[in-house]
């Protein structure tokens, strides 16, 4: 069976049938006009493995106490993506598991909605919400939040205390951003890469933009400094070039021509490009 570039589900299926002897036989006994490899075929075998996946998590859970961990992030046709993932302690085993339950969607991004979700998808996978022991998210209000955050509404729901503990990676990259924001020169670093992306993100800009597309900073995740760091890192000739030609064309209007002139300033200074290094280095 050729996968032709027809996507991930049939390039991992050839690549197991590749890996696994025994499939290899069994694919050279089915017919050329019956390969099940549709896209309703796909999905249905894809829906199966799911369910073969979240009743293995079910056994191995069974009746003990575990910890939920969820995040969520919007993509860009405005759904937000939750993953729900379970740590539990195998008395048998006396081993800690973590797995990943379900990454799960929701049309909606508040407190109620994501609550929802979680309790839908525990109870789809026969696992009780009594159990929970704690929560462990990040410090996102929505989450977090002691009055109307999902954390709150979880304990509301199951009438008890269920301690929250704010994610220790979310809180390393809090450290890292409060460190940095003591020193203004990295304040001002960070201020001009945001000026940059609200400049370049622009419809009549970006179209002439041949770089690599700049990049969001994200409050609540150090990687989007980083790819802001490493974007701007790798574009800075094409960036440049942009601002000097947009700055010295009379039809581009005065407002952009000021605009990009006063971003053009300020990342030709010596200091910025430092900074960009030193930035990347260390977070890279």
């Known amino acids: 069976m050729e996968d032709g570039g027809s996507g991930l589900f049939l390039s991992l299926l050839n690549f197991t049938i590749k890996e696994d002897p025994r499939l290899t036989e069994i694919v050279k006994t089915v017919p050329r006009n019956g390969t099940y490899a549709s896209h309703e075929i796909q999905n249905e075998l894809i829906d199966v493995m799911s369910s ?36 539990s302690f195998n008395e048998d085993t006396e081993v800690v598991t973590e797995r990943l339950l379900a990454l799960a969607t929701s049309s909606s991004g508040d407190a109620q909605a994501l609550t929802e979700v979680i309790c839908s998808e525990l109870d789809a996978a026969g696992l009780a919400t ?50 940095l924001s003591e020193e203004q020169a ?48 790798n574009s800075f ?13 009379r039809n581009k209007g005065a407002e952009m021509r000021m605009q990009a002139t006063g971003l053009l300033r300020e990342i030709s200074e010596q200091r910025f490009l430092f900074i960009t290094k030193l930035i990347y280095k260390v977070s890279a």
């Open 52 to 87: 073969i996946v979240k009743e293995a998590i079910e056994q191995e859970v069974g009746d003990s106490w575990f910890t939920l961990k969820v995040d969520g992030t919007r993509d860009p046709t405005g759904v937000e993506n939750v993953s729900i993932v379970l740590r």
């Open 130 to 179: 009594s159990k929970i022991l704690s929560q462990a998210n990040d410090g996102a209000a929505v989450m977090s939040g002691k009055h109307g955050g999902v954390q709150r509404l979880l304990q509301e729901r199951e009438g008890r205390e269920i301690p929250y503990v704010h994610c220790l990676n979310h809180q390393l990259h809090l450290v890292v951003i409060h460190a």
């Open 186 to 233: 990295v304040q001002d670093f960070f201020e001009v890469c945001n000026g940059l992306y609200n400049f370049f993100r622009k419809p009549t800009i970006a179209s002439q933009y041949n770089g690599e597309k700049l990049k969001r900073l994200l409050d609540q995740r150090w990687t989007g400094h980083l790819a802001t760091t490493s974007t701007v890192l």
């Open 237 to 249: 000739q094409d960036i440049v070039a942009l601002l000097n030609q947009i700055s010295s064309t």
